[in-house]
């Protein structure tokens, strides 16, 4: 094996679609909202979503996650998530993943954008 290589296994999983994320305050807890699809042919089984918060100079400062509202998301299916992160001051910017058994699941951004988001 050349340096530098090395045999990892991956799995491959077809990306998750973001349809909707919404954050907001309540005292020194952050919370971000959402609806997430399974466009795969195969279910999710134990999907977790995880925020992580970070302040103005990029430091990370908080970190919480929580499963989706179904255990089992199956094809085609939607599920909402809410991350409640407490202890969370100064939010500058956050991070949002989403894992199951096996590790990190993808994810691609398909909220509406832009003038003509309003409009559909």
């Known amino acids: 094996m050349p340096y530098g290589t090395a045999n990892v296994r991956h799995t491959e999983r077809a990306a998750l679609e973001l349809l909707s994320l919404e954050h907001d305050r309540d005292g020194d807890r952050f919370i971000v909202r959402g609806m997430v699809k399974n466009p795969a042919t195969a279910a999710v089984d134990g999907l977790v979503a995880a925020v992580s918060i970070f302040d103005e100079d990029g430091e990370l400062i908080g970190s919480g996650d929580a499963a989706v509202e179904v255990p089992r998301l199956a094809p085609g299916a939607e599920t909402s998530f809410v991350v409640i992160v407490a202890g969370a001051r100064d939010v500058n ?6 894992r199951a058994a096996g590790g990190i699941v993808p994810h ?12 559909l």
């Open 93 to 98: 910017r956050y991070h949002l993943s989403f």
């Open 108 to 119: 691609l951004d398909r909220r509406p954008r832009g003038v003509l988001a309003g409009l």
